[in-house]
């Protein structure tokens, strides 16, 4: 059998797709797509980690910020800051920070001004803990694509999922947990966009 090397996308796997008998085109773009689409997600996710490094190699750098009061999360190209600074200079340098790093289009700024009390953070690592084994076991929400992050009893839920159903069942999941402030939904609805 010979092979095909081609990259089934758009309006080239349609043209291939009528050329190839029908079973065997169906199997060779779902598995085009699930490709491509994994793939995506991979590079996005890898992409995003080193966008994350970088922006907290540069707030580890700075004298006023202390970096385990900054939480730094990337999703997509678009990064977060959550937590605490000591002064309104400082959570604007942290957001310099981040926007000068390259792979970034867009910086959610979610620092304030203040210190963290302990036991807050004994709270929010057992209630993120809880919230994220809620929307594993929930068959409504495609939770491997959702990243929740509990800061002083706000969630933060970061990440992909296929509609926005899903969404908004991800929301209810983190809104249920005893505890819950405030839910702050980034989710992004619907298949990864084009590279």
């Known amino acids: 059998m010979k092979a095909f090397p081609i990259e089934f996308r758009g309006a080239v796997a349609r043209r291939c797709a009528l050329r190839l008998s029908s079973t065997l085109a169906a199997a060779l773009v779902a598995g085009g797509v699930l490709h491509c689409g994994l793939t995506r997600a991979l ?54 920070y981040a926007r000068a790093v390259s792979g970034v289009w867009s910086v959610i700024n979610h620092l304030r001004i203040g210190e963290r009390s302990e036991s807050t953070a004994q709270e929010d690592a057992a209630m993120q803990a809880e919230i994220e084994q809620d929307l594993r076991r929930n068959p409504d929400v495609s939770s491997l694509a959702v990243k929740a992050i509990v800061y002083e009893r706000s969630v933060y839920l970061i990440g992909r999922v296929k509609d926005e159903i899903q969404r908004n069942e991800a929301n209810s999941t983190a809104f249920a947990v005893d505890g819950v402030r405030r839910v702050f939904n980034y989710l992004k609805a619907g298949p990864l966009p084009e590279s």
């Open 43 to 96: 590079r996005s996710g890898v992409d995003d980690a080193a966008i994350s490094a970088s922006i907290r190699a540069r707030v580890l750098q700075d004298g006023e910020l202390n970096p385990l009061l900054v939480f730094v999360a990337t999703d997509e190209g678009e990064a977060y800051l959550i937590g605490r600074a000591p002064t309104e200079e400082a959570i604007l340098r942290a957001e310099d």
